[in-house]
């Protein structure tokens, strides 16, 4: 007897070309299974956009400081590369522009203090998107602040210079030097605003009376009056400065709480105004808490008397330059006269003076001076030393 081929393989045979082996199954069932990997899919789509979502809003968020506390024209990008510059060229000088840098990227990593290991640990392109998020979020509260300022500058001024006719809040074309109560807080130190001689050459823009970025105005001045043979003294305390710092980290409404230096009696008063306010409205929490800050830095002081001074001016649109005046170097020169005096003697007046703004603005708290070294000298750090020194001098004795 002979067998096939087929017979000899058992029986089975290879299946023909072109058909399938699928085994029948309702059509039903598999466009449930269909739909719920498709449900699966549209559930990871939604958790990535949320994720992204989340990361763009917080980095927004985080980004609110860097105007206010770090730098206020330079790119964040500048502060980083000047940090890589140092640590692979450790034995170059350095110029005064690259070291206002490096202390803008040590006070960005304060700021932000997750930021220094982020930058170690993403790629090119995903540090480039979390710094154009950070920036996004520095200029939005830059354009906030500014907002605020123009209406409150114009009040206060109103309040304090009685200006005829009155400053408009509404309207910033009527104020610079064409008016003469924002004239005045504009004129810069050396130069009497009530000499008409003076007026008339900055309004004309004449080459004697050129203001620029190079004079301090009398706005940053103690009562607006600076003493030509001591220029320090009362620079960077005035009225109008501390009431622009409140107004922006604190809230508008503490702006109009800055007499006194911050001592017992000014404390009780500015709590009984709070808890007044506390039973009228809900209070937000203010930036200051937002973030962490707890002492007034030089360039914070800097970021407010760029604002102060373009609410006094008249250009309607933030820019680095008005005419002869360039901001960024006038916040260069502020934060240079606090982070880069002559000597030891200018550095312990401006620590002063940062210490004097701190008490103007927070008050006479000082916990977050609470260092390990100072707790480690007070009664119940001592006193448990002194417990243990008895354990052990018993011990010995045994």
Wanted: aromatic fraction near 8%; proline fraction near 4%; charge should be negative.
């Amino acid at each position: 007897m002979t067998l096939s081929v087929d017979d000899s393989a058992g029986g089975s045979s290879a299946p023909p070309t072109g058909v399938s082996l699928c085994v029948p199954t309702s059509p039903h069932a598999r466009a449930k299974r269909q739909i719920a990997t498709l449900m699966e899919e549209v559930e990871t789509l939604k958790q990535d956009k949320a994720i992204k979502h989340r990361k763009t809003t917080y980095y927004i968020s985080q980004g609110r400081a860097i105007r206010r506390m770090v730098v206020l024209y330079s790119p964040i990008e500048d502060l980083v590369a000047e940090n890589d510059r140092r640590c692979e060229d450790t034995d170059s000088d350095s110029s005064t522009e690259q070291d206002r840098l490096q202390r803008g990227y040590i006070e960005l990593t304060k700021s932000l203090p997750w930021i220094h290991e982020k930058l170690a640990t993403l790629d090119h392109e995903e540090s480039e998107e979390m710094l154009r998020k950070l920036k996004r979020g520095a200029d939005s509260a830059r354009g906030d602040d500014t907002g605020t300022l123009k209406d409150l500058v114009a009040s206060w001024v109103n309040i304090q210079c009685s200006p005829i006719p009155l400053v408009r809040t509404d309207d910033k074309h009527h104020r610079g030097f064409v008016n003469d109560a924002c004239g005045k807080l504009l004129c810069p130190a050396e130069w009497r605003w009530e000499d008409p001689a003076v007026r008339a050459g900055i309004r004309d823009r004449t080459t004697s009376f050129i203001v620029s970025e190079n004079s301090w105005p009398i706005f940053m001045y103690e009562n607006y009056e600076a003493d030509a043979k001591n220029l320090e003294c009362g620079l960077m305390k005035s009225k109008l400065l501390i009431m622009g710092f409140k107004a922006i980290f604190t809230s508008p409404s503490s702006a109009n709480e800055v007499d006194g230096d911050g001592d017992g009696a000014d404390i009780i008063e500015n709590c009984r105004r709070a808890r007044r306010r506390s039973d009228q409205a809900k209070v937000k929490t203010c930036v200051a808490s937002i973030i962490g800050m707890r002492k007034v830095t030089p360039r914070a002081i800097a970021y407010v008397a760029c604002q102060i001074r373009f609410a006094l001016s008249n250009i309607t649109s933030w820019r680095t330059v008005d005419g002869d005046f360039d901001y960024q170097i006038f916040w260069n020169n502020i934060v240079d006269f606090f982070e880069d005096p002559p000597g030891p003697a200018a550095r312990s007046r401006m620590n002063q003076l940062l210490e004097w703004w701190t008490r103007k603005v927070f008050g006479r708290n000082h916990r977050q001076d609470l260092t390990p070294d100072v707790v480690s000298k007070m009664s119940v750090s001592t006193l448990a030393s002194q417990r243990q020194q008895m354990e052990d001098a018993i011990f010995d004795s045994d």
